[in-house]
């Protein structure tokens, strides 16, 4: 049987927890920079989410995991919000952004770039279709994509 990750381990731990509270898990990583260990989580909810609700999933994970103890390494947990521009990353993400405006990350040239910018018009499992301009589109195939995150517009 195959370890599980702490990304995993964390997920099952949180996820009720969020779904009786109303709330949706964003991301979790568990991540090394200068030497430390960070546990980071990120929760939405619509309209928006509040300081608040952050210190109720970090209260519960922080007990939880105490309670548990199920990583041995020594690290700092993080809980916040995925902030106003966040990367899209599950198909709801994409649904939800439909008809925004976001910024498309490539991994190589596209037509001589490698950022596009416009309106999320769709994505599906091959590619991804952007408004740049009234009347102008382009499609970009999903094995291209390196990120995509929506832009704020005040």
């Given at each position: 049987?195959s370890k599980r990750s702490v990304v995993e381990l964390v997920t099952d731990i949180l996820q009720p927890f969020l779904?009786?509270?109303?709330?949706?898990?964003?991301?979790?990583?568990?991540?090394?920079?200068?030497?430390?260990?960070?546990?980071?989580?990120?929760?939405?909810?619509?309209?928006?989410?509040?300081?608040?609700?952050?210190?109720?999933?970090s209260k519960f994970l922080s007990d939880e995991l105490d309670r548990q103890d199920p990583i041995k390494e020594k690290?700092?947990?993080?809980?916040?919000?995925?902030?106003?521009?966040?990367?899209?990353?599950?198909?709801?993400?994409?649904?939800?952004?439909?008809?925004?405006?976001?910024?498309?990350?490539?991994?190589?040239?596209?037509?001589?770039?490698?950022?596009?910018?416009?309106?999320?018009?769709?994505?599906?499992?091959?590619?991804?279709?952007?408004?740049?301009?009234?009347?102008?589109?382009?499609?970009?195939?999903?094995?291209?994509?390196?990120?995509?995150?929506?832009?704020?517009?005040?």
């Amino acid at each position: 049987m195959s370890k599980r990750s702490v990304v995993e381990l964390v997920t099952d731990i949180l996820q009720p927890f969020l779904d009786k509270q109303g709330l949706e898990l964003y991301d979790i990583e568990f991540i090394k920079e200068d030497g430390e260990r960070y546990l980071r989580v990120y929760v939405d909810k619509e309209p928006a989410i509040g300081l608040d609700d952050c210190e109720k999933v970090s209260k519960f994970l922080s007990d939880e995991l105490d309670r548990q103890d199920p990583i041995k390494e020594k690290y700092y947990l993080e809980v916040s919000s995925p902030g106003a521009e966040r990367l899209l990353r599950k198909p709801s993400d994409y649904q939800k952004y439909q008809g925004h405006k976001v910024e498309v990350q490539l991994m190589r040239p596209l037509e001589g770039l490698n950022r596009y910018t416009g309106k999320l018009i769709s994505k599906d499992d091959a590619s991804l279709k952007l408004e740049l301009r009234p009347k102008k589109y382009i499609t970009i195939p999903v094995e291209l994509i390196d990120y995509v995150k929506n832009i704020l517009e005040i």
